[in-house]
Each structure stands twice: as structure tokens, then as C-alpha cells.
């Protein structure tokens, strides 16, 4: 669960925000010992209405495990995809900040979630894997702002002509490390059949920690094929040119110091944290470039754990964009996140 | 068997925070009793964390007795061993939080085979990836332990 204060800096038109981001209910069940069930629905921004923009209800998950050994098992249902390393760990009290990093939202359009099956495991305990076919994304719900978020189909009705396929591999060897390397490949044409849009991205990040210290780094390309037939065909289809990059890509970088001793009954955590996202990073011959969309960020801030499970949050963030009219936005962050 | 064990409380930051924070949250537990605690013939210490065990594979000997000490880096989680097919093991315990303590585990197969081990407590979306194995061997050559545990 986490709620957030956001205070727009600097600009006299956006008001402050108070908004109960998410509420999540974990369900899990055991058949046998090897027949798993685990499920995740997800409320964001509380309330949900009939066509109007408001909150969003989301199955996130809800698979079948059946377990054979360590290195093979199978998985089915609605699966998170295994893209980098806030989809599938996003738990408030995991990650510094009050709203997740913004490579996390333009780049990987997290939570990305959606239906398929595939097979997961662990190769002598050093290294992890899961491999998947999802429903693919729709390519009519990118945009040059926002790259690939909300395109997921979801696993509602979802169009798998062609299933894309995902996968990720994880080493584990040392302790405090965690090394990834995740890709995503499928046809995006879901709602323009007649238009072939292969997507695809690649991920690779790692966290460490070691004593006080804590480490992340992470690094996203995606690739769209035939941007510009979809952004002509996209155009004439809705009126409006979504003016699609035909590739994307962020990065960024955090570290954080946990300044009280490790035996204290609370913890604080000081971070920071650059990004650098370009939602257009290359474009395609005759569209159109904006540079308000080529973006880095500073967040500073810090984590006070009440709990290990209880966590407050306060933040700076500081957008900036290559537009010389247009100001990357400025905020003031508060947040309480929790989780049992 | 399970032995809980809890670290001493830092008193002074807990005054401190606590205060500061006007009764906001409850200062640690006292520490738990112990109970009986056989004589192990190896120690294998285990760290929990969202996802993932580490070590997450452990090769011990068949007619041993190995005490699995288990922390957790963040939330509780659970910590269930799963013989193979036809063998009960009857261990099923919760891991303490971070700086809550650990918890003790006393294996002692005498079957030979693959006991897997898992988080046996929601902890979180990648809850169901966070497993490993112990594998028990009946051959009386040193025992070894993958991924880094004493």
C-alpha cells in the first residue's frame, strides 16, 4: 500500500496532489507441493468509475505454479513480465523514493503485466531464469511521451495472433549482488493487423548492497520496427500523430546510505538518484522530434523504516528536458508506503 | 526443531526515535526462550531477502544433523522444507523481520535426495520465485555447500 503528497514546484497552475497511489491484496494457495496458486489485485488511485479517468483495478497476477525440479517448473495465468527490477519487486518498503524511477514508467511501463505461460528455475543456485509467451503490446497505444505505457493489453480479451516472447536471467552468486539481464520481443500489431510493428527491448540492471551501502543501476532499449507506417496509420485512424520514437531508452543510477546503526529499532536511508530517459531517441525519416521528450532527472530524498515493513518517504525531484519553452516539472514528494 | 533467537535491544536509539516519534510504533520484543537445541554437526547460515535464499543450494551429507540459521534482510518470510516424493519433513517455521532476530533450523535427513525449501509466507510479487535445495547425499565424502555459506 503506499500513499503520496506531491507539491508541484515552480509552476503556479498544478496543485498539490494527495492520492492513495495503490492498495494491493496478495493471495496465495497451496494445492500440494508441487501445484501452486499466486495471485495480486491491485487497486490504484482508489476509486474506479465508469468512463471517466479515475482509478484502475488490476488483475496483476494470478498464475498456477506446478513445480518439478529446481531448474524446471511451469507457470500459467497472469504473469508479471520479468523486465528489470521494479516490475516484479515493487513493494514500497523495497525501493527509495515515493514514486518509482521514471525509467521504470516511459521505458519499461511498469507494472507490466499480462497473460502467457513459460517455465522458470535456478541453475545451481548461482543463476535464475524464467522464459514466457505473453500477449503481445498494441502498438496503437504508443506514444512519443510516454513510449510504451499503457500499452499492454493485459490479459482482458487480449489479441495473441502472434505471442511475444520474454524472458530474464538473473545471477545471484554473490551475496548482496543481484546481476540482470532481461528482453521482450512480439508484433505489436494488435489493433492494426495490416500493419506489422515488431517491438522489442532490452534491460539490464543490478542491485548491491553491502553494509550501510546500496547500489542500483539500470539501463532500457526499446525498439519499434515500422514506427513511422505506424505513426502515418495511427494518424489517420484517431486524427492525432503520436509521434512514436523508433527507439527509446533510459537509464539511471542510485545509490543510498543507511545512516543509522544496523542493531537501531528504526532505519533512515539517504539516496539519490539520476535518470536520463529519451522517448524519442531515434526517430524515423519525416517525423517529427520533440526535444521536451529527451528528459533527466535528479531525485534526492530519504526513507525512514518505522518498520522494515512500514517505510515514510520524502523526496526532491527535478525533471529537466532538452525544450527550451517548456520547463521539465519540479516536486516535493511525501510518501508512507507499507506491507504485510 | 526451531530455536528463535533475538538480538538485544539498542536501547538508546530506541528512546530517542521512539520519542521522536511520540509512541508511533512499538520498541523490539523481548527475547524469546529457547528450547533444546540437538548438537549440530554443521552450521549452514541462510539469508532471506525478497526473492531469493542465499545460499539457495546446499549439498549436506545423508544421517547429519545441519543447523539452518535463517535472517531475513527485509520482511518475514517463511521457511518450509519439502522432501521428495514420500518423505515428510515436518519443518515449517516463520523467519524473523530485519534486525528482529533469526530463526534455527535442525535438519537431520536420512534419506538421500532433493529436499526443496521455499518462502512458505506471502512475501511479496516474486513471492513464489523464492526457493532452493538441499541436496542430501549418502556418499561419506566432505560435504560441500554451494552459494557461499560456512
Redesign the interface.
Known amino acids: 500500500m503506499e500513499m503520496h503528497y506531491n507539491r508541484p514546484i515552480g509552476d503556479p497552475f498544478a496543485a498539490p496532489v494527495l492520492d492513495f497511489h495503490r492498495f494491493v491484496l ?3 494457495h497451496r494445492f500440494s ?1 508441487r501445484i ?1 496458486f ?1 495471485g ?1 489485485l491491485e487497486l490504484e488511485h482508489s476509486v474506479v468509475e465508469g468512463l471517466e479517468e479515475k482509478g484502475e483495478l488490476e488483475l ?2 494470478a498464475y498456477v ?1 506446478f ?1 518439478v ?2 531448474e524446471l517448473n511451469f507457470r500459467a495465468g497472469m504473469m ?1 513480465a520479468p523486465m528489470g527490477i521494479i516490475n ?4 514500497p ?2 525501493f527509495y523514493g515515493v514514486e518509482r524511477p521514471f525509467v521504470d514508467t516511459f521505458i519499461i511501463p511498469t507494472t507490466w503485466f499480462d497473460v502467457g505461460a513459460g517455465i ?1 528455475g ?1 541453475i ?3 543463476l ?1 531464469y524464467r522464459a514466457y509467451v505473453m500477449a503481445p503490446l498494441d502498438s496503437v497505444e504508443f506514444t512519443g511521451e510516454e513510449g510504451f505505457r499503457g500499452a499492454a493489453q493485459n490479459g482482458s480479451n487480449a489479441q495473441v495472433r502472434q505471442m511475444a516472447v520474454t524472458g530474464r536471467l538473473e545471477y ?4 548482496g549482488l ?1 546481476l540482470g539481464a532481461s528482453f521482450w520481443r512480439g508484433d505489436s500489431s494488435v489493433t492494426l493487423i495490416r500493419l506489422e510493428t515488431p517491438t522489442a527491448m532490452i534491460v539490464a540492471d543490478a542491485r548491491y ?1 553491502r553494509g550501510r551501502f546500496e547500489g542500483r543501476a539500470q539501463y532500457a532499449h526499446g525498439f519499434v520496427e515500422g514506427a513511422a507506417e505506424l505513426n502515418a496509420a495511427v494518424a489517420r485512424l484517431t486524427g492525432v500523430d503520436p509521434n512514436v520514437g523508433s527507439q527509446i531508452r533510459g537509464f539511471y543510477l542510485e545509490g543510498a546510505y543507511s545512516v ?8 533512515l536511508g539517504l539516496f539519490v538518484r539520476y535518470e536520463d530517459f529519451d522517448t524519442q531517441f531515434r526517430m524515423d525519416e519525416g517525423d517529427v522530434t520533440l526535444p521536451g521528450f529527451d528528459r533527466d532527472a535528479w531525485v534526492i530524498g530519504a526513507n525512514y523504516w ?5 517505510v515514510l518517504k520524502v523526496d526532491y525531484s527535478h525533471v529537466r528536458s532538452q525544450s527550451d519553452i517548456i520547463a521539465g516539472p519540479r516536486s516535493l514528494n511525501l510518501g508512507i508506503g507499507w ?1 504485510f | 526443531m526451531v530455536v528463535l533467537m533475538k ?4 536501547t538508546g ?2 528512546l530517542i ?2 520519542g521522536a ?1 511520540a509512541g ?2 512499538l ?2 520484543v523481548p527475547i524469546q526462550d529457547t528450547v533444546d537445541r540437538p548438537e549440530a554437526d554443521r552450521v549452514v547460515e541462510i ?1 532471506a531477502e ?3 535464499f ?5 549439498t549436506i551429507e545423508a544421517s547429519t544433523t545441519v543447523e539452518l540459521r535463517l535472517t ?4 518475514d518470510h517463511g521457511f518450509r522444507i ?1 522432501g521428495p516424493d514420500g518423505i515428510d519433513v515436518d519443518i515449517d517455521i516463520t523467519i524473523p ?4 532476530g533469526a530463526a534455527s533450523v535442525f535438519f537431520a535427513p536420512t534419506e538421500p535426495g ?1 529436499y ?1 525449501f521455499e518462502c512458505s509466507r ?1 512475501c ?6 523464492m ?3 538441499i541436496r542430501v547425499t549418502a556418499a561419506s565424502s566432505a560435504p560441500a555447500t ?3 555459506s560456512r
Open positions: 496478495l493471495v496465495s507441493d501452486h499466486f495480486e496483476e497476477q505454479d513445480l525440479t529446481p508479471l516484479e519487486r515493487h513493494e518498503p523495497t522458470h535456478t545451481g543456485g548461482k535464475r545471484v552468486g554473490f551475496r543481484t548492497r543509522l546503526p544496523r542493531d537501531a529499532p528504526h532505519e518505522l518498520d522494515p515493513d512500514v506491507w | 538480538r538485544p535491544a539498542a536509539w530506541c526515535l521512539c516519534l508511533a510504533t520498541p523490539p539469508v525478497r526473492f531469493l542465499t545460499p539457495s543450494a546446499i531475513s534482510e527485509d520482511t519439502v523481520k530485519r534486525n528482529r532433493k526443496r506471502i511479496g510479487a516474486g513471492h513464489l520465485y526457493s532452493g535445495v554451494e552459494g557461499g
